[in-house]
């Protein structure tokens, strides 16, 4: 099931209970500082289907996990971990969740694809290859 925002597809993202009540607090405290992406966040976090668990669901993108992703507009398959603000740290393929890329890519399900605006207003699409384990810290 998709819905359409902004005269775009998305694909319907699951969010684990937990990460969503904490990914909450963070757009809403992040209104003032990043109104942009707190909003993109809020409006994926509107419209996800909340889980207890994800033992039993398709993978999706969760926060501590590692992710492959296909940019599709430029063909490049990545690898990030996406986390926190307070642990984002690109070098090391940690980003944050209050970017762009990060706000789209959280709970997307492997094989699916959403497209996102970069910061720059350039519209890109990517697609969710595979989500690995959780960093171990």
């Known amino acids: ?11 319907r993202i699951t969010i684990l209970a ?28 509107d419209r996800a289907r909340v889980v207890a668990d994800a033992k039993r669901s398709h993978p ?13 507009t430029a063909g490049a398959v990545r690898k990030v971990t996406l986390v926190y603000p307070e642990d984002a740290d690109i070098g090391q393929g940690k980003i944050s969740v209050l970017t762009p890329i990060g706000a789209a890519l959280i709970g997307v399900g492997v094989g699916e694809s959403i497209s996102w605006e970069t910061r720059n207003g350039e519209l890109k699409r990517l697609t969710v290859l595979q989500v690995g384990d959780a960093e171990v810290a």
């Not at 359409?4 to 998305?10: E, P």
């Open 60 to 72: 999706f993108v969760r926060m501590g996990h590692e992710v492959e992703y296909r940019d599709d």
């Open 18 to 45: 937990a990460d969503h009540e904490r990914l909450s607090t963070l757009a809403r405290a992040a209104t003032n500082t990043h109104p942009d992406v707190s909003a993109i966040l809020t409006e994926e976090l």
């Open 1 to 11: 099931m998709t819905t359409r925002s902004a005269g775009r597809l998305k694909p």
